[in-house]
């Protein structure tokens, strides 16, 4: 793939993964549950995006009342993960442009640019695959858009390690 396609397709996936993580972020915070994200037993985006575990301290909430970590402590930061993923991809489109133009962003050279980029996808595959784990084996449910979510985000990183 020549890079102005490759760039093009960076900047469509992460459009479309912001566009998910807001509706992920407004389901989060809507009061009423949704019946649109609800397929069968297995699948209920309402359990999986008003979870504990779906808040930036969801991590230390599942050290805290999952493993044990009494001692971890717990903050309280109402902040969906989703919200994190919209400033992940505008960020990632912002860097795409520069890197593509050969201009530095906020005063970073395209190289430095290009390791962040992948820095922020392999730690969005992590952070990914643990919040699968969450719905596996500790919610028994899953979320459709979560699931899309991530199929979004491993399609980006894979966009994205090629880069020089």
């Known amino acids: 793939m020549n890079s102005k396609k490759r760039f093009r397709w960076i900047r469509i996936i992460a459009v479309l993964a912001i566009i998910v993580s807001s509706?992920?972020?407004?389901?989060?915070?809507?009061?009423?549950?949704?019946?649109?994200?609800?397929?069968?037993?297995s699948f209920d985006c309402g359990i999986v995006n008003k979870s504990p575990y779906s808040t930036i301290d969801g991590i230390l909430y599942f050290l805290h009342f999952d493993l044990g970590f009494s001692s971890v402590p717990l903050f309280e930061l109402e902040i969906p993960v989703s919200a994190i993923g919209i400033l992940i991809f505008l960020l990632i489109i912002a860097m795409s442009y520069k890197i593509e133009k050969n201009r530095p962003f906020l005063g970073l050279k395209p190289k430095k640019q290009i390791k962040i980029m992948?820095?922020?996808?392999?730690?969005?595959?992590?952070?990914?695959?643990?919040?699968?784990?969450?719905?596996?084996?500790?919610?028994?449910?899953?979320?459709?858009?979560?699931?899309?979510?991530?199929?979004?985000?491993?399609?980006?990183?894979?966009?994205?390690?090629?880069?020089?």
Request: with cysteine.
């Open 23 to 41: 509706f992920l972020v407004y389901q989060h915070y809507k009061i009423t549950p949704s019946k649109f994200c609800k397929f069968g037993e």
């Open 118 to 164: 992948k820095s922020l996808m392999a730690l969005s595959i992590v952070f990914a695959l643990y919040l699968v784990y969450i719905e596996a084996f500790v919610l028994l449910f899953y979320c459709i858009y979560c699931l899309i979510l991530d199929a979004l985000i491993l399609t980006e990183a894979i966009l994205i390690k090629d880069l020089k």
